[in-house]
């Protein structure tokens, strides 16, 4: 989609759907990089602070209750 766009295919008011068939699973490096900010080169304008908990579903919940 990216090239798409560069070569002026993909205009900046149109509206694109694009299915990823990638498994998040394959790139938990980057991703967890990316929420770091710590990706030479990349502006991570969307990173949301890691929360680090321990493997404990009452930690999870909680975690996320606060969020919500």
Do not use: W
Not at 47 to 63: H, R, S, W
């Amino acid at each position: 989609m990216e090239k798409l766009v560069n070569r002026r295919v993909i205009g900046p008011k149109d509206k694109v759907v694009c299915v990823s068939t990638a498994n998040g699973l394959k790139f938990t490096e980057f991703k967890v990089k990316y929420h770091e900010r710590s990706l030479a080169g990349v502006n991570a304008q969307r990173a949301n602070q890691p929360e680090l908990l321990d493997a404990d579903l009452g930690q999870v919940v909680d975690a996320i209750r606060k969020r919500f």
